[in-house]
Nanobody, 129 residues
Framework: QVHLVESGGGSVQAGGSLKLSCALS????????LAWFRQAPGKEREGVVG?????????PYPDSDKGHFTISKDNAKNTLYLQMNNLKPEDTAMYFCAADVLRSKCPAYGLGAVGFGYWGQGTLVTVSS
């Protein structure tokens, strides 16, 4: 059975950093697109960054701030990570990890949630000014 479990959320001041983890089990996750999404209160869920089965990173848009979020995975530890730097109050949201077990390559533009059939329960990140 597929399980994704996020951890590492919390409260941080603006400018700080936080690293989220997502424990993966129940599927051959190293072959598929994995991604982080977030949903702020009153807003739609949006893709943050994805990682292809071959380890390539996919950002939602060409002008995405690549230094702001970094995705990685440790196959030996069955874990997906999201390193978040220079956090801003607008980064406050529930963060989710997700898996698309039909594609090895993440969506090329927009990183939409369609196709991601497995989700974690989310971990809350709160950034204060």
């Amino acid at each position: 059975q597929v399980h994704l479990v996020e951890s590492g959320g919390g409260s941080v001041q603006a400018g700080g950093s936080l690293k989220l983890s997502c424990a993966l089990s129940g599927f051959m996750y190293d072959q598929y697109c994995l991604a982080w999404f977030r949903q702020a209160p009153g807003k739609e869920r949006e893709g943050v960054v994805g990682i292809d089965g071959d380890g390539s990173t996919t950002y939602p848009y060409p002008d995405s701030d690549k230094g702001h979020f970094t995705i990685s995975k440790d196959n030996a530890k069955n874990t997906l990570y999201l390193q978040m730097n220079n956090l801003k109050p607008e980064d406050t949201a529930m963060y989710f990890c997700a898996a698309d077990v039909l594609r090895s390559k993440c969506p090329a533009y927009g990183l939409g949630a369609v196709g991601f059939g497995y989700w974690g329960q989310g971990t809350l990140v709160t950034v204060s000014s």
